[in-house]
Nanobody, 114 residues
Framework: VQLQASGGGLVQVGGSLRLSCAASGSIFGGNVMGWYRQAPGKQRELVAR???????NYADSFKGRFTISRDNAKNTMYLQMNSLKAEDTAVYYC?????????WGQGTLVTVSS
């Protein structure tokens, strides 16, 4: 299984970005995909997760501003980020949990400038 994250970049405070994560490989049955982020000098933290059935789970810090979604036909997950803050600056990683294994993408950098 391989994950390819994209969509990061430089955005101003208050702006929006949409991240994508395309999964390829042998993915059959139920799985959970998620977005995590790691800011400079901090530990990686969960942003949001979504099951193959569409059930979502958000870390409290991101409820109301970020929206996770997925297109199972395209094996692609998205993260719509609105009202971005300077503290949202981080490398965003996508994750897929399938049959007890965790797979990670390479990360995409989001920089929010003030």
């Amino acid at each position: 299984v391989q994950l390819q994250a994209s969509g990061g970049g430089l955005v101003q405070v208050g702006g929006s970005l949409r991240l994508s994560c395309a999964a390829s490989g042998s993915i059959f049955g139920g799985n959970v995909m998620g977005w995590y982020r790691q800011a400079p000098g901090k530990q990686r933290e969960l942003v949001a997760r979504i099951t193959s059935g569409g059930t979502t789970n958000y870390a409290d810090s991101f409820k109301g501003r970020f929206t996770i979604s997925r297109d199972n036909a395209k094996n692609t997950m998205y993260l719509q980020m609105n009202s971005l803050k300077a503290e949202d600056t981080a490398v965003y990683y996508c994750n897929l949990r399938h049959l007890g294994f965790d797979y990670w993408g390479q990360g995409t950098l989001v920089t929010v400038s003030s």
